[in-house]
């Protein structure tokens, strides 16, 4: 049962990924343009001003953001950038996330299009030494001189009972 529950899981955050950036019910928008990106923050989260992450209403789930900017892509075009983006699989995220003594596994990987972006994701657990098992998403955005990502953890019954809030997190990062 908790394998169907995972795969369910996974594929509607999946599909959650492929929504508009539009403004969401439930959800206020979030602008950092001295850190660089907007996300949508769900109602009852914690809002990231002074600092770049957000937590669940209950705390159990963090989505931490970052955002900086890439010389190496400033003078690319969109189209460039995303096929750049290319090279994110599943054997890539695990050399960045699994390092410093963490082991995990990436569950699902892959590339979604979020309007003119090709946006690099994955999903898996991970354990950190001295750390409980946890579920994470990642997904990664960047436009021409610009990256944003943004990575949510949790216990796996957090993580899943958190997933919609954590998915609009992710679904809606953009660098400004």
């Not at 949508?40 to 989505?63: F, Q, Y």
């Not at 699989?89 to 569950?107: L, P, R, V």
């Amino acid at each position: 049962m908790k394998t169907l529950h995972w795969a369910l899981a996974g594929a509607w955050a999946a599909a959650a990924l492929s929504l508009p950036a539009a403004a969401k019910d439930g959800a206020t928008l979030y602008e950092d343009r001295t850190h660089g990106f907007s996300t949508m923050i769900p109602d009852g989260w914690s809002n990231p001003a002074g600092g770049l992450v957000t937590s669940s209403a209950d705390g159990s789930v963090r989505c931490s953001i970052t955002a900086m900017p890439v010389k190496q892509t400033a003078g690319m075009t969109q189209d460039e950038v995303n096929a750049a983006m290319g090279v994110y699989t599943s054997d890539i995220w695990k050399t960045q996330f699994f390092t410093g003594g963490a082991t995990g596994e990436i569950t699902d990987s892959g590339i979604t299009k979020l309007e003119q972006y090709d946006a690099p994701w994955a999903r898996g657990t991970i354990i950190y030494p001295g750390t409980a098992f946890a579920k994470f998403g990642v997904l990664m955005v960047q436009a021409p001189g610009k990256l944003a990502t943004v990575t949510c953890t949790g216990e796996p019954t957090s993580y899943d009972t958190n997933l919609r809030g954590l998915t609009t997190v992710l679904n809606y990062l953009r660098p400004l």
